[in-house]
Protein backbone atom coordinates (compact mmCIF):
# COMPACT_ATOMS: atom_id res chain seq x y z
CA UNK A 1 0.00 0.00 0.00
CA UNK A 2 1.52 3.73 -1.15
CA UNK A 3 1.95 5.99 1.83
CA UNK A 4 0.16 9.26 1.67
CA UNK A 5 2.53 12.52 3.07
CA UNK A 6 0.64 14.17 5.72
CA UNK A 7 -1.49 13.99 8.80
CA UNK A 8 -2.53 10.46 7.25
CA UNK A 9 -2.06 7.39 9.33
CA UNK A 10 0.14 7.91 12.54
CA UNK A 11 1.01 12.07 12.26
CA UNK A 12 -2.98 12.23 12.82
CA UNK A 13 -3.18 9.38 15.39
CA UNK A 14 -0.33 11.43 17.51
CA UNK A 15 -2.14 14.64 16.36
CA UNK A 16 -5.12 13.05 18.17
CA UNK A 17 -3.27 11.58 21.11
CA UNK A 18 -1.50 14.80 21.97
CA UNK A 19 -4.89 17.05 21.61
CA UNK A 20 -6.57 14.69 24.00
CA UNK A 21 -3.85 14.99 26.82
CA UNK A 22 -4.09 18.98 26.57
CA UNK A 23 -7.43 19.00 27.13
CA UNK A 24 -7.57 17.02 30.27
CA UNK A 25 -5.48 19.59 31.77
CA UNK A 26 -7.74 21.06 34.76
CA UNK A 27 -8.32 24.48 34.47
CA UNK A 28 -6.09 26.71 36.95
CA UNK A 29 -7.90 28.13 40.12
CA UNK A 30 -9.41 31.81 40.50
CA UNK A 31 -7.24 34.30 41.51
CA UNK A 32 -8.11 35.06 45.75
CA UNK A 33 -9.40 38.43 44.66
CA UNK A 34 -11.87 37.29 42.02
CA UNK A 35 -15.47 36.59 43.09
CA UNK A 36 -17.50 33.14 42.56
CA UNK A 37 -18.90 33.96 40.05
CA UNK A 38 -15.88 34.58 38.00
CA UNK A 39 -14.84 31.07 38.70
CA UNK A 40 -13.45 30.14 35.15
CA UNK A 41 -15.23 26.83 33.40
CA UNK A 42 -13.48 24.22 31.58
CA UNK A 43 -14.92 22.75 28.82
CA UNK A 44 -14.27 19.74 27.22
CA UNK A 45 -14.14 21.49 23.78
CA UNK A 46 -11.37 23.40 24.45
CA UNK A 47 -7.94 23.30 26.39
CA UNK A 48 -8.27 26.88 27.24
CA UNK A 49 -10.90 27.93 30.17
CA UNK A 50 -13.29 29.80 29.40
CA UNK A 51 -13.55 33.00 32.07
CA UNK A 52 -16.87 35.01 31.54
CA UNK A 53 -16.87 37.85 28.84
CA UNK A 54 -15.45 41.27 29.99
CA UNK A 55 -19.07 42.85 29.13
CA UNK A 56 -20.64 40.09 31.45
CA UNK A 57 -18.38 41.52 34.79
CA UNK A 58 -15.67 43.08 34.98
CA UNK A 59 -17.35 46.12 33.38
CA UNK A 60 -17.88 48.01 36.40
CA UNK A 61 -15.71 50.71 38.68
CA UNK A 62 -16.52 48.29 41.57
CA UNK A 63 -15.54 45.44 39.95
CA UNK A 64 -12.17 46.20 38.56
CA UNK A 65 -11.34 47.87 41.98
CA UNK A 66 -11.78 44.72 43.67
CA UNK A 67 -8.45 43.67 42.29
CA UNK A 68 -7.30 46.70 40.85
CA UNK A 69 -8.14 48.93 44.09
CA UNK A 70 -8.89 51.21 46.63
CA UNK A 71 -8.94 53.42 44.33
CA UNK A 72 -6.48 56.10 46.07
CA UNK A 73 -3.59 53.39 46.57
CA UNK A 74 -4.26 52.93 42.52
CA UNK A 75 -3.73 56.80 42.08
CA UNK A 76 -0.70 56.55 44.41
CA UNK A 77 1.11 53.72 42.17
CA UNK A 78 0.17 55.61 38.64
CA UNK A 79 1.56 58.79 40.06
CA UNK A 80 4.60 59.05 37.59
CA UNK A 81 2.43 58.30 34.41
CA UNK A 82 3.87 61.04 31.70
CA UNK A 83 0.74 62.00 29.50
CA UNK A 84 1.11 62.97 25.88
CA UNK A 85 1.61 66.70 27.02
CA UNK A 86 4.61 65.79 29.16
CA UNK A 87 2.69 66.40 32.14
CA UNK A 88 3.31 63.74 35.22
CA UNK A 89 0.71 63.01 37.25
CA UNK A 90 -1.76 60.29 37.81
CA UNK A 91 -4.70 59.66 35.26
CA UNK A 92 -6.65 58.18 38.30
CA UNK A 93 -8.53 61.30 39.79
CA UNK A 94 -12.17 61.75 40.76
CA UNK A 95 -14.46 63.55 38.00
CA UNK A 96 -15.14 66.05 39.16
CA UNK A 97 -11.55 66.70 40.55
CA UNK A 98 -13.24 68.39 43.78
CA UNK A 99 -15.31 65.78 44.57
CA UNK A 100 -13.84 62.69 46.94
CA UNK A 101 -16.55 60.62 46.84
CA UNK A 102 -17.20 56.81 45.29
CA UNK A 103 -19.95 58.08 42.57
CA UNK A 104 -17.03 60.89 41.19
CA UNK A 105 -14.69 57.92 39.80
CA UNK A 106 -14.57 57.52 36.24
CA UNK A 107 -15.02 54.47 34.23
CA UNK A 108 -12.77 52.48 33.80
CA UNK A 109 -13.88 51.67 30.68
CA UNK A 110 -13.39 55.40 29.74
CA UNK A 111 -9.77 54.33 29.31
CA UNK A 112 -8.89 50.66 29.73
CA UNK A 113 -9.77 48.28 27.55
CA UNK A 114 -11.55 45.31 30.06
CA UNK A 115 -10.03 42.03 30.49
CA UNK A 116 -11.90 38.54 31.25
CA UNK A 117 -11.60 37.79 35.05
CA UNK A 118 -9.51 36.39 36.02
CA UNK A 119 -6.88 37.14 33.12
CA UNK A 120 -5.92 35.35 30.37
CA UNK A 121 -2.20 35.82 29.30
CA UNK A 122 -3.38 35.79 25.82
CA UNK A 123 -5.53 38.76 25.56
CA UNK A 124 -3.30 42.03 25.37
CA UNK A 125 -5.62 45.11 25.50
CA UNK A 126 -4.54 47.99 24.04
CA UNK A 127 -2.51 50.85 25.74
CA UNK A 128 -4.43 52.97 28.27
CA UNK A 129 -4.02 57.02 28.01
CA UNK A 130 -5.85 59.97 28.64
CA UNK A 131 -7.85 60.57 25.35
CA UNK A 132 -11.01 60.23 27.79
CA UNK A 133 -9.75 63.29 29.71
CA UNK A 134 -8.62 65.05 26.63
CA UNK A 135 -12.32 64.55 25.34
CA UNK A 136 -14.13 65.05 28.19
CA UNK A 137 -12.96 68.10 29.70
CA UNK A 138 -9.02 69.41 29.22
CA UNK A 139 -10.06 70.26 25.62
CA UNK A 140 -6.65 71.93 24.64
CA UNK A 141 -5.02 68.58 25.50
CA UNK A 142 -3.11 69.24 28.70
CA UNK A 143 -4.09 69.20 32.11
CA UNK A 144 -4.07 72.98 33.31
CA UNK A 145 -6.82 73.45 36.00
CA UNK A 146 -10.08 74.35 34.26
CA UNK A 147 -10.46 77.71 36.25
CA UNK A 148 -6.99 78.86 34.72
CA UNK A 149 -9.07 78.72 31.44
CA UNK A 150 -12.47 79.43 32.25
CA UNK A 151 -12.24 82.15 35.07
Excluded at 19 to 38: F, G, R
Aim: proline share 13%.
Amino acid sequence: MKRRPGWVGGGLFLFALTLSCLLSIPAPAPAPCCPAKWVMAATAASSQPLATTPSESATSKEACLECHGPFEELARSTADYVAPSGEKGTPHRFVPHQRKDPAAIPGCSNCHEMHPVPPVPAVAGRKAGVAWCYGACHHDNNFTPCRICHP
